[in-house]
């Protein structure tokens, strides 16, 4: 039996981050509509950013500073991962977020190249949502996920501080695998998920009915602000039928909960389960951007499960190269990001993979390090989205924000823009150009 106590707080939390969020699709694509097959053409975007900083130090020898080959380069140990695929990389450094406010974190000033901080709402809509806008169209907007301590998962299962869909409208990332999971894939689950995904559509198609019901007869003030309750939840109910629509193609690539998601001892098990229900998203053209935040935007964190006693904020004091601690965490990464590309590149996607035509982009939301002003940003690119971006390559760029390189893989999508979220004013303050950062781009 449902304890029914249990599905509504689930219920209560999903629809938060769905209402709260946008992940209705302001121009949702018909069910089962995949982007167009040819090779050559940028379809997804995903972000992977880690808390505390990325100093550019553990991805790069030291003493280099010089724009140059990887060819001939040997990566850090932290990311040595990536070795294999370093003729698919392209390592960017030198950017700044000075203007962003970064300190413990930029929060949506990371992505948004603007300020940020604790409490301060989001000013403009952030990178990942303007990308989804200009890529193939999917039934969901960016799909963002939180990874933390197990027991901040389970206490905030959705989250909002690093992404948005416009000025004050922040997007929650989801951070309980078992919630994500039955909101995807809960059409086509069985037993106890299939009976919590049930009851709620049945809950939010009353809902909707009452809501319509009750509008009926108000001043029109009170009216059109319950109209807009009532388009909530009929986008909900219409997500879930598109959902239902597509059940085959989401059977091809849902990933089978087990005990890592039910009974997790650590969190980094709650963290491999959301980055399966990730990939399966993208495989089932659910979604054109993936958002991962390791951190959840802000500055704590947890990783018990490889072995690391320290958690939360001391970890960002801990200076990053050299460090047993922050090596395993790097490593951790990276061995995600190999899972990421390799999941694409086993996937079919017209005469090549959909890794041909993704990108994948690794930073930090926060700069080289904690407590920074923002000074070097570094960035690493995974593959080259059909073609458009360079790899194989470091790139030392000379004091431009991080708003450049934003504007940037706007270009490479085919979205050119002169800057992002950056007016005149500012850019002459903050050495923004016009265009794009040219040594990236094919």
Known sequence: MINRREMLSDMAAGLGAMLGSGLIPARAAAPGIAPSSAVGSPKRVIFFLQNHGFDPLTCLPKGLTESCSLAGVALEKPMQALEPYKHRMHVITGLHGRHTNPGHSAYFGALGGCRGGTGVPPAAATIDHALSQVLPQTILPPLCIGMESLESMKARPTLATLTAAGPNQPTFMHCDPNMLYQMLFGSIAEGTIKQHYQARANILRAVERTAQLKSQGLPLAEAERYARYVHGFRDLNGLQEKLSGISDQLRKVAPRPD????????????????????????????TNV?????????????????????????????????????????????????????????????????????????????????????????????????????????????????????????????????????????????????????????
Not at 274 to 280: F, N, Q, Y
Not at 326 to 342: A, G
Request: proline share 4%; with cysteine.
């Open 259 to 286: 005990e890592r998601y039910t009974a997790p001892q650590f969190e980094t098990q709650w963290h491999d389960a959301l980055l399966e229900i990730g990939i399966a998203a993208l495989q089932a053209n659910l």
């Open 290 to 442: 993936l958002t991962i935040a390791s951190g959840c935007g802000e500055y704590f964190g947890s990783w018990k499960g490889l072995g690391i006693q320290d958690t939360g904020h001391g970890l960002g004091h801990i200076d990053q190269p050299d460090s047993v601690i922050w090596t395993k965490i790097r490593q951790y990464n990276c061995e995600m990001l190999v899972k990421l590309m390799k999941a694409l590149e086993a996937t079919p996607e017209g005469p090549g993979s959909m890794m041909d035509n993704t990108l994948i982009v690794y930073t930090s939301n926060n700069g080289e390090k904690q407590h920074t002003d923002g000074s070097n940003w570094p960035f690493v690119l995974l593959g080259n989205a059909g073609g458009r971006f360079k790899t194989g390559q470091h790139t030392a760029v000379v004091d431009r924000p991080i708003n450049d390189l934003y504007a940037t893989l706007l270009h490479g999508v085919g979205a050119p823009v002169d800057r992002f979220n950056m007016d005149k004013n500012l850019a002459a303050v903050h050495h923004s150009q016009v265009g794009p950062i040219e040594a990236i781009l094919r």
